[in-house]
């Protein structure tokens, strides 16, 4: 008997052991992380090439689809009322405009580690409470692309940090390079609000004001009218009208890489691209020009969230807390050739060239105005967004005269939000 009991004790171990080993390789099984991008990303994209390191360290795999930017504000919805929903998303809007469909992120990871106008910019303004539903993926900023060929065919030196152009420098230079740089256009802009909005700051102008615990609608003033008649001249006579009046798709950094433009706004999203792809031109970075009030540069860049609802919602967690340690954002930003939001992590190249247009890069970060952090505070986007690219569409159009275009969206924007009109 005692035999039989230390016999029948041996086969209950060893199928407690076979259990529990079973139990960790189910805990270990590798699990596919859903994620949301809003472009289809290209073999150098930095943010996909570090998931996939963090797939193959972890054993993981990743599901990854990609939604346009305009099209996740309608899809979104859809998503989470079918609980289908991505893991982690790559966003700008959708943490800000549905708070209580993502994680508080501050609950897992330290937002002191963030550069507080990262924090400021990307976490609370994308976010109607104070919560970080939302986290940085990077720092970018609004900054100024040249063509060095089409600079050398006129004997044009770019400006400097030191003594940058004005706006009317801008203009005569974009001139002389469309009529004898061998370019087709002397300067092109993203059809991107920020891009005109960078002018509107620069000229003193602003979306709203701040009074008191509320905001009054400023965006028909006469120094936004002003810029926005500028802004009009320059499309009928040396930018690619077409972009912002709505008569084409074409994205301009194609333009910029194929040669045609002389002088591109955009900003430091494209600059890892811009490396790694344009072979025919010599280019480089310029600091921005400044207006009749100073400089202005626009911050921002999308951040990463977690929808409360995702089926591997914790596998996204643990993907953030790997991202952000500082070994790993390193790697990212050494691909990404961007600005940092992680204190203490900078990118340092070894491209002598690439570290000179950096510093340039960096310097445009002071150029951010109160203006800018006090429209962006006011959350004007949660009564109208579109309506307003659409209202300088129509005026780069000619349907519209600029001082109509403004004015008419003022009143709606004054209408919904409850804001008086201060012009």
Known sequence: MKKIAIFALAILLVGNVVFASGSQETAKAPKALKVMLSEEPSSEDALLNTLKEWASETGNTLDVMVIPYEDQLTKFPLM????????????????????????????????????????????????????????????????????????????????????????????????????????????????????????????????????????????????????????????????????????????????????????????????????????????????????????????????????????????????LKWFYTKENFQNYLNRDKGLSSLVGVTYSPADKQVAEDYKILQSEVAKVTKAFSVDESSLWRNYYDNEYRDAMRQAVNGDISPAKALNDFAALLSKKSSWPLKY
């Open 80 to 319: 989470a009322r079918n609980k289908d929903l991505p893991d982690l998303i790559a966003t700008t809007r959708l943490a800000r405009l549905y708070p209580d469909e993502f994680a508080d992120l501050s609950k897992n990871i330290d937002i002191s580690i963030f550069e507080p106008m990262a924090v400021e910019i990307i976490v609370d303004s994308y976010a109607t409470k104070k919560i970080a539903n939302i986290l940085p993926q990077q720092f970018t900023i609004t900054n100024v692309f040249y063509n060095k060929d089409a600079f050398d065919r006129v004997g044009l030196s770019a400006p400097t940090v030191d003594d940058p152009w004005s706006f009317e420098e801008l203009a005569a230079n974009a001139k002389l390079l469309q009529e004898k740089g061998g370019v087709k256009y002397g300067m092109a802009m993203d059809s991107s609000r920020a891009r005109y909005d960078n002018l509107m700051y620069a000229n003193g102008g602003s979306m709203v004001e701040k009074r008191g615990e509320s905001f009054a609608v400023t965006i028909n003033s006469p120094q936004n009218i002003a810029t926005l008649e500028e802004f009009v001249r320059w499309n009928n006579s040396f930018m690619p009208k077409a972009i912002w009046a709505g008569g084409t798709t074409d994205n301009p950094a194609d333009y910029f890489k194929n040669g045609d433009v002389g002088i591109y706004f955009s900003g430091t999203w494209n600059y890892n691209s811009f490396y790694t792809q344009i072979k025919n031109i010599n280019w480089g970075v310029m600091p921005s020009p400044v207006g009749s009030a100073g400089p202005s540069a626009i911050l921002g860049g999308s951040g990463l969230a977690v929808p409360v609802n995702a089926k591997n919602k914790d596998l996204a967690v643990d993907f």
